[in-house]
């Protein structure tokens, strides 16, 4: 099933299935079978609410969790369209707050499916049109979309004219359709620029300049830059943002980690930077406590997968699986939050991720490896992350599945047990699925 999609609702089941038999099978770039496929729609795309197109790296789902709880704090109605899923399909499409009904979701494939015959569309363009078709017909304030891999040739590429386009935090990943340096990434995520909508972007090395240059003026567009049109920092447990309309002074983010700082702030300049939907500064400020998004540093709860842990685990649990992840995952477990003990680290990793570039920023801070497949998909084997293991000195344990590794933890506990569940957003569906956690 392409990207792991199941439903328990049989009306959607069934709209994955006739999905499965139509799509190729694997990711593909390029804007001709969207194309093709919104115009026998009646090109939906072209009537959508003013639309926030997000890429990025890492990050750029968490600037649109920002963005939604921004707006909503405003009272404004918002479409949103992330990818992946984590354990239900409908988290992807999220009309007006909230998450598409079974009903709605099945009749809207449906409709895509009914004309994609002969178009090879793939898994995403497939959910990317049948997502552009409910929001163009259902009116909302605002439209949140999120960039699936790249930009410049993603299916989501094919909106016009939105409102401002933000990229968040840059790093190497999905290199072989993105290219292998952070300049071809960078040139990648860049493509989202268009003519009249500002580009909003976090801080980045100084070799990059050329590239987001390059792209604003092509677009005839103006790029803003943190450091340069605007800037964000933590200080006295408050975020402090700045740009040419003031400061706002705001409580901290609730998601956890530093580098949410910088995402909650993208979202702010974002916002500030465009002016079709007007946003109080009142709203802004709620933004850092109201938003929430599941499987990025995300606190367990003492579910059933985790029950045969003693009580008082703090088990945690993110999606991460490159570098950029790696050294901000890394950098929250500080000594002083692991009160000088270290990790069990439960892991599962497609084979296309770079094991090793996520996982170095953790040497020092991990006790024991515990490596489980990641269902549904080609994974790296025990074998890779024993060689780690090895070298930092430590064991490393291959399970069957999740609650083999929790057992595993269970039987021989710290004294105060930290858990990390990491490497995967795959696995983390898993994981909350097991867990009784399920994302609203």
């Not at 926030?52 to 890492?58: I, L």
């Not at 090895?390 to 057992?407: N, R, V, Y």
Request: net charge negative.
């Amino acid at each position: 099933m392409p990207d792991h999609a199941v439903s328990d609702d049989p009306g959607v089941q069934a709209q994955l299935d006739r999905l499965a038999t139509l799509s190729p099978g694997a990711d593909m770039l390029g804007l001709e079978r969207i194309t093709s496929l919104l115009d026998r729609l009646g090109n939906p795309h072209r009537a959508l609410p003013p639309v926030f197109h997000v890429a990025g790296t890492n990050g750029k789902g968490s600037t649109c969790a920002f963005l939604r709880a921004a707006l909503e704090a405003d009272g404004k109605s918002v479409h949103v369209f992330t990818s992946p899923h984590l354990v239900r399909f409908n988290e992807r499409i999220r009309l007006g707050g909230t998450l598409i009904s079974d009903q709605a979701l099945a009749t809207y494939l449906s409709r895509v499916l009914d004309v994609a015959e002969g178009i090879g569309a793939s898994f995403f363009e497939v959910t990317t049109a049948a997502a552009f078709l409910a929001f163009s017909e259902h009116p909302a304030d605002a439209c949140i979309v999120e960039v699936g891999l790249g930009g410049r040739l993603d299916a989501t590429n094919i909106i016009e004219k939105p409102v401002i386009c933000g990229i968040a935090q840059l790093g190497l990943d999905h290199q072989s359709f993105l290219g292998n340096t952070l300049k071809d990434i960078a040139a990648e995520k860049a493509g989202i620029a268009k003519p009249g909508a500002p580009l909003v972007t976090q801080r980045y090395a100084d070799a990059l300049f050329p590239v987001m240059l390059d792209a604003a003026a092509r677009n005839r567009t103006q790029w803003f830059a943190m450091g340069e049109s605007w800037d964000a920092a933590a200080y006295r447990d408050r975020l402090h943002y700045r740009d040419d309309q003031g400061h706002i002074d705001a409580p901290l983010p609730r998601l956890p980690g530093a580098h949410q700082i910088q995402n909650a702030a993208l979202a702010f300049a974002m916002l500030r930077h465009q002016n079709v939907v007007p946003v109080s500064e009142a709203a802004l400020k709620a933004a850092p406590l109201w938003a929430h998004w599941p499987a990025r540093l995300q606190r367990l709860d003492h579910g059933p997968l985790l029950a045969p842990l003693p009580d008082g685990t703090e088990a945690w649990l993110d999606g991460g699986h490159n570098a950029g992840a790696g050294e901000a995952i890394a950098a929250f477990f500080t000594s002083e939050r692991l009160d000088g003990q270290k990790l069990d680290l439960i892991i599962g990793m497609l084979s296309n991720k770079d094991l090793d570039a996520f996982l170095v920023p953790f040497a020092g801070r991990i006790a024991h490896i515990h490596v489980v497949p990641v269902p549904g998909h080609d994974h790296h084997p025990p074998e890779r992350f024993a060689a780690i293991a090895d070298l930092w000195g430590i064991p490393c344990t291959a399970h069957e599945g999740p609650q083999q590794a929790i057992a595993a933890v269970a039987a021989h506990p710290n004294p105060a047990p930290r858990l990390l569940i990491a490497g995967s957003l795959y696995l983390a569906g898993e994981i909350l699925r097991l867990n009784g956690q399920f994302p609203d």
